[in-house]
């Protein structure tokens, strides 16, 4: 008796787990499909789902498990970066212009924003956190964050946007105009002054060919 309780002991725990198991798995599953719904709209996602006849979320779990594998190897990281910042959002930003909502059109004007001046301390982060670069984590530290940036889940662009550039922006938005107007007439000048300078060239050589050809006919 004591033996067969025993067993029926296990077997109760083993089923315990097993349904603990499966809830587990049935909520990561659920966690999953929330946070890569948009990514399993892709046609390459849905594509490779319908070959495998696996489900779109675990394709891409899957291409961004590769793509942390291959960043972190320092395989290919320049390009993957380059195009996580720059295809994808393009490709978005598309889709909003032809879209009617406004909603999307300021999610990705503010992520363009907040990308450039990402861009502009990317060369000072590189120096300052050289040991990270060497150890291979610059390349997946960076596309985390501007996966963070710019996935909808997120929206990490639109809360710096909010609470770090804009302020910036705001506070010193005139004298910035100020220096901007200046620039730019200064750029303007120099092109006039180009143009000025190709146009009377060929205008002056033409004059010196003359002046020579009246003297040589004075000679003759």
């Known amino acids: ?109 503010t992520y363009w924003i907040v990308f450039t001046f990402f861009t502009i301390f990317d060369t000072i982060i590189n120096s300052c956190f ?8 610059y390349y997946p530290l960076k596309y985390l964050f501007l996966l963070w940036l710019f996935l909808p889940q997120f929206k990490g662009a639109s809360f710096l946007y909010a609470n770090a550039v804009r302020p910036i922006l705001k506070k010193y938005e005139s004298i910035i105009d100020t220096h901007m107007a200046n620039v730019q007439d200064k750029v303007l000048g120099g092109v006039q002054e180009l143009s000025l300078i190709h146009i009377s060239e060929p205008t002056r050589q033409a004059e010196i060919s003359y002046a020579v050809f009246c003297l040589k006919k004075k000679k003759n």
């Open 1 to 109: 008796d004591v033996y067969k309780r025993q067993v029926s002991t296990q077997s109760t725990w083993g089923e315990q787990q097993q349904i603990e198991g499966k809830q587990k798995m049935g909520n990561f599953e659920e966690l999953l499909d929330l946070k890569t719904k948009d990514l399993q709209k892709f046609a390459p996602v849905q594509y490779v789902a319908k070959q495998f006849n696996i489900k779109a979320s675990y394709v891409v779990l899957g291409g961004i498990m590769s793509i942390l594998v291959l960043l972190g190897t320092g395989l290919g990281g320049q390009l993957l970066t380059s195009a996580i910042c720059y295809l994808y959002p393009a490709w978005m930003t598309f889709k909003a212009i032809e879209s009617q909502e406004q909603e999307d059109d300021v999610q990705w004007l």
């Open 130 to 137: 050289l040991y990270i670069f060497m150890m291979g984590l």
